[in-house]
């Protein structure tokens, strides 16, 4: 029986949201919150979400 907390990919999406350029200028941290997006679209891809 599969753990209730692993992800099924059939049942997983990955949702990002548009991070405008303006909006992440003033955003605290805004450069290290692009280059997390980016892990995670690597990591959806690695794993065929």
């Keep these: 029986m599969r753990h209730p907390q692993i992800l099924n990919r ?4 990955l949702l990002i949201v ?3 350029t303006k909006i ?6 805004g450069e290290s919150v692009v280059e997390n997006i980016i892990k995670l679209i690597e990591a959806a891809n690695t794993l065929n979400l």
């Design 24 to 29: 992440n200028a003033v955003m605290l941290d």
């Design 18 to 20: 548009d991070v405008q």
């Design 10 to 13: 059939k049942q997983t999406a």
